[in-house]
Structures are given as C-alpha cells and as structure tokens.
C-alpha cells in the first residue's frame, strides 16, 4: 500500500487534451471492459449509456482540457480530475494527448 501512495503522490500532475470523444470510469475494469467493445458502436454506446446510469462512467467530449497523470501503464490508463472531483476518473490514455 505504501508503495502505491508514493507512486501516486510522485506521479507529476499535466494537462490533457481529449483528441476523440472519450469517457472516464472509476475502474479499470469498466474502462476495459468499454475498451473491448469500443470497434462495435451500438455495443459501445448501449454500455457507456448504462454505465453513465448507474454513476460508474462519464462522457468527456473532444477537446476537453483535463488535469491527470498515468495512472497504470499496463492498461494504458491516466487518472483524471483526482484533485478537482475526488476520487478521478479513469480513462483510456490513448484518447488524450499532453497539453
């Protein structure tokens, strides 16, 4: 646990810019889990709606400014807004780019 405090509380704060419309989660598993149905558009919106629903997920639109760092270079994830809207979102790194 110390280990990963210390990681978060090193990882350097920069602005991101969503390059696509995007969304962010509070876990990783439904940023996976959106991820590996993002190529089918009805299947990808049908559970990014139920998803925003039920509270676990949000939409960011293109060109959102957002404040975050890598969160997880294994699932290529940055944590966004942890500082702003406690405790962040999740996103897939991929559709940001450092401002």
Not at 16 to 45: H, I
Request: hydrophobic share 40%.
């Amino acid at each position: 646990m110390h280990m990963i405090v210390a990681v978060l509380v090193l990882a350097p704060q920069m602005f991101y810019e969503a390059q696509v419309p995007s969304f962010g989660c509070s876990s990783t598993a439904e940023v996976s889990n959106l991820q590996s149905v993002r190529s089918d558009a009805k299947a990808f919106q049908k559970l990014l709606t139920t998803q925003v629903v039920y509270g676990q997920c949000v939409t960011i639109p293109k060109g959102v400014l957002v404040e975050g760092s890598i969160a997880d270079t294994v699932s290529s994830t940055l944590l966004i807004n942890a500082k702003s809207d406690p405790p962040g979102y999740l996103v897939p790194l991929k559709d940001f780019k450092p401002k």
